[in-house]
């Protein structure tokens, strides 16, 4: 009975077999890529969104309570996680680059070159809640 079990052969793919498929893969994949980079960019762009809104809702809060915008994240309660540069998560650098008594701008830059272009992607909010795309990646 031992001996029957030794002698059968199993069905499988051969070395070469597999390496051939993984090839073609690889192919599939490098045609794809190019096609999917704005899609990738534009799912990562979603964070700056979603934390220069967090941002405004903040400066909005501030602003009812001390009629004034604040440039300060520590005033506000803003805290700005770890970019990916830093062992972090966050894609993009977020600043408050004017702040006055009746407005304020914020922005959002990428800290990498989501599609390899050579540009990094930028986004701005200011007191009225315009969201702009500055520079496109």
């Known amino acids: 009975m031992e ?12 070395l070469s077999e597999l390496l051939v498929v993984l090839v073609i893969i690889g192919i599939l994949v490098l045609i794809a890529l190019p096609n999917l980079m704005p899609l990738i ?10 934390q220069l809104s967090h941002l405004h809702n903040l400066e909005k809060n501030y602003f009812y309570m001390y009629s004034k915008y604040s440039a300060e994240f520590d005033v506000i309660g803003f805290e700005h996680e770890k970019l ?3 062992d972090g998560n966050a894609n993009y650098k977020i600043e408050i680059v004017e702040s006055t008594i009746n407005s304020f701008k914020a922005r959002a830059t990428a800290v990498a070159d989501f599609d390899g272009d050579g540009t990094f992607n930028v986004w701005e909010i200011d007191q009225d809640k315009r969201l702009t795309e500055v520079v496109k990646d």
């Open 3 to 14: 001996k029957n079990r030794v002698n059968r052969k199993i069905k499988a793919f051969t």
């Open 84 to 86: 990916i540069t830093e």
């Open 41 to 50: 960019s534009r799912a990562k762009s979603t964070e700056a969104k979603m």
